[in-house]
């Protein structure tokens, strides 16, 4: 095997493997002979080959830690681009005190969202971490979101666990993303308890305001409780220990677009009309925001904030059910309405990167009662 082929295998072997920069700049060097071996033997080519091997070993071995995409891609009727891992940011913070690790391992921002895995490990294995939502009554397996199968036959709570495993301590854990000088827009929030204790929480952030950079602060709450008490509901939050470093987001590099319908769509029965249709389309998400006004607000008293509207898929079977025939949702998922102002709202939400058309078909809906109602054809124009 030639250098030059064993390069081509080793970038081809390391393209999905996470190892430092700095490690895997070093033993392209030596390759090279750009950098002298700390050895006093020359070191055969195959015997660098193998320790490669291990290097690669060593890394996959770490690198079974689920991260962004993994919680993302967990939602119902999505679209996950082929591309988007290039767009996360890897190992972005650390931050450690006598009781834990925090590393902020993956992190991706495209200016209006934000998505982080955010690794939690104590420094003692006599250490419990828990989830927020966790009671000591709890079955230990809601720990647990990848890789396990519920097993019926296993009932140990919190409690069972903490007493069995020889636990000295335990900690409820939450992290916060607070942005400077700006109220959060919501979220949604998951983890994952590991083999090793470490436990690994999903966060996704929205922001009102796109900016390619926001000044936040990531915290870490570690609140004590007691598993072998009869509840964890009653937390210790005065004896709550805090860990805060300043975190900068950098929103990816990505040729963003937007395209835009304008126009009266009306909605005769709710007495609604569509005015504005805005699609901006980032790394990972098309994001889209309706604005509409209600023109009768007698009819549109009948749904209220139950209305909804909906991106049909024009190859959908009109037989399935309602959810299947929309068109599938970006990774961020979630959308929400707000009033603007008397008598006009706004939707936004999220549709797949790859749903991108000239033109869409809008469907109002009853998100309570789940009863479908007229749709518009809404066509978009780029924006210059």
Not at 119 to 143: C, E, F, H, I, R
Not at 193 to 222: P, V, W
Not at 281 to 306: C, N, R, S, W
Not at 337 to 359: A, K, P
Request: charge should be negative; proline fraction near 3%.
């Amino acid at each position: 095997m030639t250098k030059e082929s064993f390069r081509a295998r080793y970038h081809n072997e390391m393209a999905h493997v996470h190892v430092s920069a700095q490690l895997r700049r070093k033993t392209l060097d030596l390759l090279e002979g750009k950098e002298k071996p700390v050895m006093k033997k020359k070191l055969s080519f195959a015997v660098v080959f193998l320790i490669i091997l291990l290097l690669c070993a060593v890394a996959l071995a770490t690198a079974t830690r689920f991260g962004v995409l993994d919680f993302a891609g967990r939602g119902y009727n999505l679209y996950m681009p082929e591309d988007a891992q290039q767009y996360i940011q890897s190992d972005v913070l650390h931050l450690e005190n006598e009781l834990v690790m925090v590393d902020v391992r993956e992190i991706y921002y495209d200016g209006l969202t934000s998505r982080m895995v955010v690794d939690v490990k104590p420094q003692d294995d006599k250490t419990m971490l828990l989830g927020m939502d966790m009671s000591a009554d709890d079955n230990w397996q809601m720990m647990l979101r990848f890789g396990h199968e519920w097993d019926d036959g296993d009932s140990r709570t919190v409690r069972d666990l903490y007493a069995q495993g020889g636990y000295e301590s335990a900690w409820a854990v939450e992290t916060v993303l607070e942005p400077m000088g700006e109220k959060s827009n919501g979220g949604s929030y998951d983890y994952h308890l590991n083999d090793d204790g470490t436990l690994t929480i999903y966060m996704q952030d929205f922001f009102e305001h796109s900016a390619a950079q926001r000044e936040t602060k990531l915290i870490a709450c570690l609140i004590p409780c007691d598993p072998s008490s009869d509840s964890l509901e009653e937390k210790n939050l005065d004896g709550q220990i805090r860990l805060s470093h300043p975190l900068t987001l950098e929103e990816v590099s990505y040729d963003s677009q937007v395209y835009q319908g304008e126009g009266a769509y009306a909605y005769p029965s709710l007495g609604v009309r569509v005015d504005r249709l805005r699609l901006e389309v980032k790394a990972q998400d098309i994001y889209a925001t309706i604005d509409f006004t209600v023109t009768d607000p007698e009819l549109y008293a009948t749904v209220g904030d139950g209305l909804w509207f909906e991106f049909v898929d024009p190859n959908s079977d009109a037989s399935a059910p309602y959810y299947d025939q929309r068109l599938p949702s970006g990774i961020t998922g979630v959308g929400q309405i707000v009033q603007v102002e008397e008598n006009h709202f706004r939707q936004t939400e999220s549709l797949g990167i790859d749903e991108l058309y000239d033109t869409y078909t809008l469907r109002a809906y009853d998100a309570w009662e789940k009863t479908r109602f007229e749709s518009c054809e809404i066509a978009v124009q780029p924006v210059d």
